[in-house]
């Protein structure tokens, strides 16, 4: 099992930045696609970013493309997202993902593919 803890958010006014950080911890050796989701009241879930374990190939959704930045730490088991000109619209609880993957130049955008979630984080972007 894998035990993922997201930190940051909170309140924070449109054009503000903010750091997301999720810390991995129990069974993690091997590669894994980690990404962060966000759920939104009234909401499906939706995939915002994604990393390879390797770092080099991610994924943005086009709603945070050139605002926000996903990176990873592996020695740290950790993942970040740094959220750069926040919009109202990015309120959301933000949760951490991990989906084991064989390959680590792979990663998911398919929540299906995630194993391992965070309890989420909310962010709250006040215009």
């Known amino acids: 099992q894998v035990q993922l803890v997201e930190s940051g958010g909170g309140l924070v006014q449109a054009g503000d930045s903010a750091r997301l950080s999720c810390v991995a911890s129990g069974r993690t050796g091997g590669t894994y696609s980690m990404a962060w989701f966000r759920q939104a009241p009234g909401k499906e879930r939706e995939i915002v970013v994604a990393?390879?374990?390797?770092?080099?190939?991610?994924y943005y959704a086009d709603s945070v493309k050139g605002r926000f930045t996903i990176s990873r730490d592996n020695a740290k088991n950790s993942v970040y997202l740094s959220m750069n000109d926040l919009k109202p619209e990015d309120t959301a609880v933000y949760y951490c993902?991990?989906?084991?993957?064989?390959?680590?130049?792979?990663?998911?955008?398919?929540?299906?593919?995630?194993?391992?979630w965070g309890q989420g984080t909310q962010v709250t972007v006040s215009s």
């Open positions: 993902a991990a989906g084991r993957t064989y390959n680590s130049r792979f990663y998911y955008s398919d929540l299906r593919d995630y194993d391992y």
């Open positions: 990393i390879s374990w390797n770092g080099v190939n991610t």
